[in-house]
């Protein structure tokens, strides 16, 4: 069966250090990978997809970068975080008409 | 743009009662999710509809999919204190390079009350 994995769960982090967030998927292949944000009681904004290897696609313009260095392996980043940045990150998995499923989340806390 | 608008936003209603959550869509999709989220967790997947008239049910919750009024509904059956939680649903987006994400409505905070 195919699980997701993402950490760390939580992460407080002060402004202007960088950020890397790990999101790795298991018992599938080629998948479609997503990162998502909410923001403190708001709903669920996409920030990137990919759709293969080394592909990337950026929905809205902010301080984050996405990479995709292996099939399964989808990486968040930041150069310097800034206090917007903080939220619940929460990478995703789908492929086709399957469901899209979410990893347990990162809560980022920028201070 | 796709916009998707759930409404209520906030529901607190008493066990037992019967509610409907209502999911507008604005541009087509074929693939309509629904989700419950609890407080601090991650998203739990309830149903995928995947055409039009698509209804699935999972113990008190019920969801269909009418793709030519672009609307999904989650149907409440004889509420329980459980069912508490905010309930999203997502549509697929569609671009030149095929299924690109899910837009999420800002979901319904649901309460149930003894």
């Known amino acids: 069966s195919q699980t997701i994995h993402q950490w760390p769960a939580t992460l407080v982090q002060p402004v202007g250090s960088p950020l890397s967030l790990e999101c790795t998927v298991e018992g599938t292949s080629n998948p479609n990978l997503y990162w998502y944000r909410q923001a403190a009681g708001r709903g669920l904004q996409l920030l990137f997809y990919s759709v293969g290897i080394g592909q990337i696609s950026s929905e809205v313009p902010q301080n984050l970068s996405a990479s995709r260095p292996q099939d399964r392996q989808f990486i968040l980043s930041s150069k310097k975080l800034l206090l917007s940045d903080s939220g619940f990150y929460l990478c995703?998995?789908?492929?086709?008409?399957?469901?899209?499923?979410f990893g347990q989340g990162t809560r980022l806390t920028v201070v | 743009e796709l916009k998707v608008e759930q409404n209520p936003l906030f529901l607190s209603m008493q066990e037992g009662k019967n509610y409907t959550i209502y999911c507008n869509y604005s541009?087509?999709?074929?693939?309509l999710y629904w989700y419950r989220q609890d407080p601090g967790k991650s998203l739990e997947s309830l149903f995928v509809l995947l055409s039009n008239g698509a209804v699935k049910q999972e113990g008190r919750l019920m969801a269909s999919l009418d793709t030519k009024a672009r609307l999904s509904t989650l149907h409440i059956t004889a509420a329980v204190h459980d069912l508490s939680a905010t309930y999203f649903c997502a549509v697929v987006r569609y671009s030149g390079g095929g299924a690109d994400g899910l837009t999420f409505g800002k979901g319904t905070h649901l309460i149930i009350q003894p």
């Open positions: 995703a998995w789908g492929r086709g008409n399957t469901e899209a499923f």
């Open positions: 541009t087509t999709s074929d693939r």
